[in-house]
């Protein structure tokens, strides 16, 4: 029976929506999403309300309804120092081998979808209602076990052991949107400028693995049968931000736009936690539940329950602080679009920008900064008593450590973005295509399985029909990464319990210690050695209606 409790809660923030993060692709809206990304400076749907303000002021009345839908394919491979192989159970099982494993249900696409709405108030002003979700894959209930194949060495036999990446995450299904209120104006001819006010919602609902007893041979690695399952569920629903963007004709070809997006952080000072200890038997089975043990504080009898049974324990108001930083992004493009000599301008008059009707085609090139370091921290709480935590959970009456911080490794990141647009039948049908490129966005000692932040790109098209008022969109991307590597030499540890024998003490680092540097409260051994990959296939289905 293990000797002490933890709560792991080393957070990979995709979605469900998950929380804005260095993983976003190009792009929320179909139209966008088919020209790989390269959309801000025709900003011609009401989607725009999010992603280009200024461009409100040359739309039409409007709605429209775009949903992403991606089958994602992670794989994590784990590795020791030197990466040298490693098991779930270094200390008495050493015969034990993780295996590559990899995202499951990967026939079962995950649908992002995004609502906007577009309105005239004069010739010169528009204005914009759209709710999107951060441009994320998002994860499919089950799509990480906790359990995974593993390989006896002993007997050459493949056997199920607990999860490689079990530590950094398992199910993760919370809920980000960013409602916003979006304002264009033209104030001189040609020349356009936009404001946004995001009014973000974000509801974390998530699970992963710490380690219930940090015992002398952690430094060795793995030990499974001293694991406990571990979720919090908390909400924020106010997560306020801004946008502004800029939108000019300089020439009746030639469009520029800027844009740029800052949030505050998703926050919360309460919410529920459980912990389950005994998660696992020395054979990398999960444990049977113990259905007598459910508790409400941790303070009920577990008497009944036996050494391979998992003790469940339950806390409505465990979490006392939960903060997940939204990075800047700033963006600019420039297109160049050939107008059609028959149409007519929809410019002059301020009331109407229609690249199906009025060019013939166009090209845009956008680009981006996203400021990621500035999420270099996950900042996770519990209850403390004197630097020591205070909420004690069964069977082992030790409490779950007060600081599961994590740090992230994000870095700031540089995207591209080159796509256009061709009106084969004027006011019917088009072909759209695009591709991007964004650089790595952490560092590989704090890789994750999600996100996945190396160095990755993308490419596709799409077509839209129009019927009368209604705009039909289809399109597809792949995406591809270049990985990460860090050769088993990770920098994340699992948060674990304290002993009094120790050899730290958490009252010896103070609050002004980085999150990187910390090691009260952690294992010994990174939990993160290894490599990871990451692709995807992801289509977009869009409607325009326009009145």
Request: with cysteine; aromatic share 10%.
């Amino acid at each position: 029976m293990p000797r002490g409790a933890a709560l792991a809660l080393t957070l990979a923030f995709c979605r469900a929506a998950g929380a804005s993060n260095p993983l976003e692709y190009p792009d929320d809206g179909t139209a966008s999403f088919s020209r790989g990304g390269a959309w801000l400076a025709v900003g011609n749907e009401p989607i725009a309300a999010h992603y280009d303000p200024a461009a409100l002021a040359i739309q039409p009345n409007g709605a429209s309804l775009d949903t992403n839908l991606n089958f994602s394919h992670t794989c994590f491979s784990r590795r020791g120092p030197g990466d040298t192989e490693t098991g779930p159970d270094v200390v008495s099982s050493p015969f034990y081998r993780y295996r590559d494993a990899c995202e499951a249900r990967g026939a079962f696409p995950f649908a992002v979808p995004s609502i906007a709405v577009a309105f005239r108030v004069s010739a010169r002003v528009g204005v914009g209602i759209a709710v999107v979700p951060p441009a994320t894959y998002g994860t499919p209930s089950r799509s990480f076990p906790a359990v995974a194949n593993g390989v006896d060495t002993s007997t050459g036999k493949s056997v199920p052991l607990p999860a490689p990446y079990r530590y950094q995450t398992l199910e993760q299904q919370s809920l980000v949107l960013f409602p916003t209120l979006g304002v264009g104006w033209e104030i001189a001819r040609g020349f356009r400028v936009g404001a946004g006010f995001v009014a973000g919602i974000g509801v974390i609902n998530l699970s992963t693995v710490g380690v219930a007893n940090l015992g002398s041979n952690d430094a060795l690695g793995d030990h499974m049968t001293d694991d406990s399952l571990s979720s919090i569920r908390t909400e924020d629903l106010f997560v306020p931000g801004a946008i502004l963007s800029v939108h000019w004709s300089v020439t009746p070809r030639l469009d520029i736009a800027l844009w740029g997006r800052v949030m505050d952080s998703i926050r919360a000072t309460q919410g529920s936690v459980s912990v389950t200890q005994q998660a696992y038997d020395g054979g990398g089975h999960l444990n049977p539940p113990c259905a007598g043990a459910k508790t409400a504080a941790g303070d009920v009898s577990y008497a009944d329950c036996s050494g391979n049974q998992a003790v469940p324990n339950e806390f409505p108001r465990g979490l006392a602080r939960f903060e997940y930083p939204i990075p800047p992004e700033i963006r600019w493009g420039v297109r160049y679009h050939a107008p059609r000599s028959s149409a007519p301008s929809r410019d002059e008059n301020g009331t109407r920008r229609d690249p199906l009707v009025d060019d013939v085609f166009d090209v845009e090139l956008d680009q981006s900064l996203t400021l990621n370091a500035a999420a270099d921290r996950i900042v996770v709480r519990f209850p403390e008593s004197d630097g020591s935590g205070s909420l004690v959970t069964n069977p082992t009456r030790v409490p779950i450590p007060p600081n599961a911080d994590r740090p992230t490794g994000y870095r700031n990141s540089y995207g591209a973005r080159l796509g256009g647009q061709w009106n084969a039948i004027p006011n019917l049908f088009a072909i759209r295509a695009g591709g991007w490129f964004e650089s790595r966005s952490q560092d590989p000692r704090y890789l994750t399985i999600q996100p996945v932040g190396a160095a990755r790109f993308g490419f596709g098209g799409g077509v839209v029909v129009r019927y009368r008022f209604l705009d039909v969109s289809v399109g597809y991307q792949r995406h591809l990464t270049l990985g990460l590597d860090n050769h088993g030499e990770g920098e994340l540890r699992a948060p674990a319990a304290v002993r009094a024998s120790d050899p730290f003490d958490a009252r010896r680092e103070p609050d002004s210690v980085p999150a990187a540097d910390r090691r009260e409260f952690r294992t010994e051994h990174a939990v993160n050695g290894g490599r990871v990959s990451f692709d995807a296939h992801v289509f977009s289905i869009g409607l325009v209606a326009r009145f």
